[in-house]
């Protein structure tokens, strides 16, 4: 059992209490960073035994993660971390104290240290995150299903060694954590038996397929963190005993725009996954930038989302696999006219899988799974999953949503029933 996390209306009002002593965006770092500070102390990824017990312990835990290793330097950026530039004094201290107690609130579960509910409480404490950049967490088992459609046939294709991933809006990191573990694990199905890896190879192996960007230098550092103090915890280690040279590959960048983010090469990834942000773009500047350089998506009062298929396309390797969990706001839309007749038509498109219906929480947008491989059109199926009903009721546990769980099982039996076909194809040598 894990411990009930607090409402978005009680992260704000603890936002409020800070902000009135040290503005905004410090209040945000502190009462996160303070978060953070109670993860890594309860999971042993670093040397200070204590949980947080004042504002300079907060300052000493990150001190050491950002000295711990390379990936981390920026928890002492304070463009990324705005608590180096406000003291908190002592009664916010006691508010924020009280608010995360002893830290156990902060736990994903046992044996757990993925960091999921610590990308909750960022999405929560961050109206910024959440209004200008559209910061919405994509919860586990949408990132599984989206992964299952995309890096696992990509590395059934290319190899375990060999698969690269990347979510260019990975945001706090809730995908790439889950392809992290994919990729850690990976066995061929139907393969009783792969190469033998050590922990500390399979690890190795996974930082190295799995590849984030996203423009919030705070949510990028936290993608950063999670992946380490993941690895970290499943070799028994603290972060400053892993190897140095291992990197968690996740740049701030703006993903649409960014040329030189050496990350972000054009056709480098066997799979591009992503829940990309649905906004429009306030700033007409960045407005304008943007509809220069994706000129064939961009129509109208266009929102991100069409760009954004756009670059996951041109991040592909030929052939590349690609999923996206989008608003499926174009399907209705003018903007959306010149996507589907002239865009979309040229690539080979796989799935089309209506979510409008299941209950993603934080989601109010209408969403859809789009899933193609990034090369001309093959034969004539595109495999749909078609909404009939809407949730009947907020699901207690929205992973069990009666429409959530009809789209989970149609998709997985028609992937059972291919790979059935494939394997006696190749048994029998009919293609
Ligand atoms: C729907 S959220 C993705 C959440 C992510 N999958 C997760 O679970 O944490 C969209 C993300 O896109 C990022 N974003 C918005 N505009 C961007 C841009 N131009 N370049 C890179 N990232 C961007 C936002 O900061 C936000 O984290």
Redesign the pocket.
């Known amino acids: 059992m894990t411990t009930p996390f607090p409402s978005a209306r009680a992260h704000e009002r603890l936002i409020q209490r800070l902000a009135d002593s040290v503005g905004v965006p410090a209040a945000v770092s502190w009462a996160h960073a303070a978060a953070v500070a109670h993860h890594c102390v309860r999971h042993r990824l670093v040397s200070v035994p204590e949980p947080p017990n004042s504002p300079d312990s907060v300052r000493r835990v990150l001190t050491e993660l950002a000295s711990a290793h390379p990936s981390l330097a920026g928890f002492l950026d304070p463009r990324a971390v705005p608590l180096w530039t406000a003291p908190l004094p002592a009664d916010s201290w006691a508010a924020l104290h009280g608010f995360w107690g002893t830290g156990n609130l902060l736990d994903d579960g046992p044996h757990r240290v993925d960091g999921y509910r610590l ?1 909750d409480a960022y ?1 929560a404490l961050s109206a910024d ?1 959440r209004k200008s ?7 586990p088992w949408i ?1 599984e299903l989206l992964l299952e459609l995309s890096l696992e046939p990509a590395t059934d294709e290319v190899g375990p060694q060999e698969v690269r991933m990347i ?10 954590l889950q392809a992290f573990h994919d990729a850690r694990v990976y066995r061929r199905r139907g393969r009783t038996s792969g190469p033998f890896l050590s922990r500390e190879a399979s690890i190795e192996r996974a930082l190295q397929t799995v590849t984030g ?4 230098p705070y ?1 990028a550092l936290l ?1 950063r963190y999670r992946l380490l103090a993941t690895s970290a915890s499943i070799l028994h280690v603290r972060v400053d005993q892993l190897p140095r040279t291992w990197t968690a590959q996740v740049a701030c ?6 040329r030189n983010e050496p990350l972000l090469g054009r056709g480098r990834y066997h799979a591009v996954v ?6 429009t773009v306030a700033d007409a500047q960045q407005r304008d930038l ?1 509809r220069k350089a994706y000129p064939r998506v961009a129509a109208g009062k266009f929102p ?1 989302a069409l760009p ?1 298929c756009e670059l996951m396309f041109s991040l592909a390797t030929p052939g590349g696999h690609v999923a996206q969990l989008t608003s499926n706001s174009f399907m209705k839309r003018e903007f959306g006219r010149k996507f589907i007749e002239q865009f979309l038509p040229e690539f080979d498109m796989r799935w089309v899988i209506d979510t409008s219906g299941a209950y993603i929480p934080g ?1 109010g947008t209408p969403t859809v799974i789009l899933v193609h491989r990034v090369r001309p059109p093959q034969g004539d199926t595109v495999i749909t999953v078609r909404g009939v009903n809407g949730e009947p009721s907020i699901p207690e546990d929205p992973a069990r949503g009666k429409v959530w769980t009809a789209i989970a099982e149609a998709v997985r039996s028609r992937l059972a029933e291919d790979r059935l076909k494939d394997a006696l194809s190749s048994m029998t040598g009919i293609a």
């Open positions: 990308g999405q995150a950049r559209a910061l919405c967490q994509t919860p990132a979510d260019p809006a990975c945001g706090t990191g809730h995908i790439l960007a996203d423009l919030d949510a993608a960048a703006n993903s649409l725009l960014d992503s829940n990309p942000p649905y906004i943007i991100l954004f989601h």
